[in-house]
């Protein structure tokens, strides 16, 4: 999307753009599909450790710190309810060895029905106290001779709980020995779930970082394609800075969301699947009584995400607009000095934070409000529980381990919907940076390559601007309906006033631009069917701002070409003169010359940049006031340089220096778009015409 001054808006895609959002982040996920089932797989075992801690917990309470049993009187039941508690309960029950009492779990008793019960243990058939089964033990026995105490069919005897509880601690701890160890191995298959669980959540940290690692550096690579290919008038219109947030900012957030969003959300799901399918398992009553609450949850979780979406646009299109200005203001510090222009820089970007701030701040209000209505549901769900299952437990309906559990499943239920909230914090951030991300990848700006590629067999550097008219705005046009021939060899200058379109014909004839009419031909061939690479190779360009990368002298001449051998780099240097002051420095050619080329002069850095112009040999050399700011002296070695080249070169030149446009074979004068006059120097003095004002002005 394209806002009213040629920038990209931030933030103002729909539904309809979230889907090419998932298709196009899924497009960069396949290649590491494998990865991803694996880091899934890891998530789900380490789910099935979490769900399976609170139900340690109760097996513990229920079966070995409480192993109650009731006594049932089986000749005072009724057939029918003999048949409901043999029908529900069936190996689960204990017979005695006289065959007149059955003996029920405490555990087992509440999957009784609760009339049932209730009728039994007020008809006294189903006793109110609870007994504890001792395991067959030696003669000496201290409950051989308990009264009140039955025998069991395997040895083992049932005895009231009261009395247990009454013994010594050290004889308690004899005679509830099988406890200690069911409460000794329960402990240790915690502990080994819990070791378990470490291994997996470092795996799984592991390569959810791996992922998201490799799918940023295929994103970052994708970007920095796609910038290079654009067309200069992009970025006429797009920040540098906007452009770094790109790279670095969005793509940062987008690798929070893989590895902290993208499979633990799947783990909260499966958490919270779990959870609800083991409460509905242990008490399905009392479970829908704590589902109640999820409507009132759900509609919290989809009003916050809501607020919260709108809030993380603005804030990320704030951060992009105050990266813009700081890159702005840090590569223009010369000329902020300069002026002494600071204090109103200073409120400048003032404004433009306090903007960061009070949209850092909204989207923070929102999650502040989230967070503790979230905890309060949380509270009221646990209190709700302790009401409600505690009365279940009073009354024999619910045991005190899955009440226990019940607790504990509730705070873990809560964890992932709070986890889910912050991760949607991650993730509106991370896909603010998306939609921002692949608007960019979507966006269509570039020169396009040929779909049938011309070039001559042999290259002579014949150029021929063909009733050209060009425009940066179509309703303003630079050139209008321009013609001129270069032919192979010669050597042309172009002068004219500011604004007369020479530079216009230099991005032309370089293809950083297409005509809207005419043609641009070079050897006869249209510049739109030349293949990009081979275009570019054989035109050289040297323009009046030399950009200098840091890194070597060899390397700002090569630019990485590994075509371009030792043989072409001293060819390059000779022809430009430049090897004079490169035999002056420290290291030579492999001196690091800084950012910007900041500690050369700048005539040394017009001469490095004559250099990497002609480090590839090029047929058409074009001058773009290249000696307006050299001293005269290394104007002298340019000039030099330049005789020599013209000889085998056709040579375009842009220049104000009548010394350089003397020497021209021919001059074109350029004046609001249009070429005016033409001629040798001696020829257009004569006219006294557009270009003798010129060089009088010059003059005076």
């Excluded at 006294?124 to 106290?129: A, D, Q, T, V």
């Excluded at 509730?410 to 919907?417: A, K, V």
């Excluded at 004559?610 to 290394?634: C, G, M, N, Q, Y």
């Amino acid at each position: 999307m394209i806002g009213e001054y040629g920038y990209m808006e931030e933030g103002k895609l729909g539904k309809p753009y979230d889907l090419r959002l998932l298709r196009r982040l899924t497009r960069y996920a396949y290649p590491y599909r494998k990865v991803i089932l694996l880091a899934l797989a890891l998530t789900m075992l380490i789910t099935l450790m979490d769900l399976s801690l609170p139900y340690l917990s109760k097996v513990a309470i229920d079966r070995y710190i409480l192993a109650t049993w009731y006594r049932v009187t089986l000749g005072s039941l009724e057939q029918s309810a003999k048949e409901e508690i043999r029908n529900t309960l069936g190996h689960a029950l204990e017979q005695s060895e006289d065959g007149l009492y059955v003996f029920i779990s405490h555990e087992e008793l509440k999957k009784l029905d609760p009339v049932l019960v209730h009728t039994l243990k007020s008809t006294g058939i189903l006793s109110g106290k609870g007994y504890y089964r001792v395991p067959p033990s030696p003669e000496d026995s201290p409950f051989k001779e308990e009264r009140e105490a039955s025998s069991l069919q395997d040895g083992s005897r049932m005895v009231l709980f009261e009395k247990v509880n009454a013994m010594k601690p050290n004889e308690i701890l004899k005679v509830r020995a099988k406890d200690m160890e069911g409460l000794a191995l329960i402990g240790l298959v915690l502990l080994v779930f819990l070791i378990i669980s470490f291994g997996l959540s470092y795996g799984e940290a592991y390569v959810l970082e791996l992922i998201g690692q490799k799918i940023m550096q295929d994103i970052r690579l994708d970007l920095f394609e796609k910038m290079q290919s654009q067309a200069l008038s992009f970025f006429d219109r797009h920040p540098v800075g906007r452009l770094v947030t790109r790279v670095t900012n969005d793509v940062e957030n987008l690798n929070e969301m893989f590895k902290s969003v993208t499979i633990t959300v799947f783990k909260d799901l499966f958490i919270l699947t779990g959870i609800l399918a083991v409460l509905l398992y242990l008490n399905w009553k009392l479970a829908l009584v704590c589902f109640a609450l999820l409507p009132f949850i759900f509609g919290l979780t989809l009003l916050f995400s809501s607020l919260a979406r709108q809030a993380f646009r603005e804030l990320r299109a704030k951060v992009a607009k105050l990266n813009a200005f700081l890159q702005e203001r840090i590569t223009g510090m010369r000329i902020v000095q300069l002026f002494a222009t600071e204090e109103f820089q200073r409120k400048t970007f003032a404004r433009i934070n306090h903007e960061n701030y009070v949209a850092g701040m909204k989207q923070i209000r929102i999650f502040a409000v989230f967070m503790p209505v979230m905890d309060l549901f949380m509270s009221f769900a646990v209190a709700l529980l302790i009401w409600h299952g505690g009365g279940k437990v009073i009354g024999e309906q619910l045991s005190l381990g899955s009440l226990v559990a019940f607790l504990s499943y509730i705070q873990m239920f809560f964890r992932p919907i709070r986890d889910i909230a912050e991760k949607y914090n991650i993730m509106q951030s991370a896909m603010a940076s998306t939609e921002r991300i692949v608007e960019f990848l979507d966006h269509q700006e570039e020169i396009p390559e040929p779909e049938h590629p011309e070039k001559p067999e042999r290259v002579q550097g014949h150029l021929w601007f063909e009733q050209v008219t060009f425009g940066y705005r179509k309703e303003v046009p630079v050139l209008k309906d321009v013609s001129f021939e270069v032919r192979p060899g010669e050597m042309v200058a172009i002068v004219g006033a500011t604004g007369a379109g020479k530079t216009t014909v230099v991005n032309l004839i370089e293809r950083f631009y297409d005509p809207l009419q005419g043609r641009v031909l070079l050897d006869g061939v249209d510049l739109r069917q030349w293949p990009k690479k081979d275009l570019q190779r054989h035109i050289g360009l040297v323009m009046q701002d030399v950009f200098i990368f840091s890194g070597s002298l060899a390397g700002n001449i090569l630019l990485g070409d590994d075509q371009l051998g030792s043989e072409a780099l001293e060819r390059a240097i000779t022809q430009a003169n430049a090897r004079s002051f490169i035999q002056k420095l420290p290291k030579g050619m492999e001196q690091d010359i800084g950012e910007e080329g900041s500690n050369l002069s700048a005539g040394e850095r017009q001469l490095l940049s004559f250099a990497r112009a002609l480090a590839h040999d090029p047929k058409v050399l074009i001058l773009d006031e290249a000696t307006s700011s050299v001293d005269p002296e290394t104007e002298r070695l340019i000039q030099e340089a330049i005789l020599n080249m013209t000889r085998k070169r056709t040579t375009l030149v842009i220049a104000h220096r009548l010394s350089t446009i003397r020497r021209a074979d021919r001059i074109l004068v350029m004046h609001q778009g249009k070429i005016r006059e033409q001629g040798t120097h001696e020829e257009l003095m004569a006219l006294k015409g557009v270009y003798y004002k010129l060089n009088r002005f010059r003059e005076s």
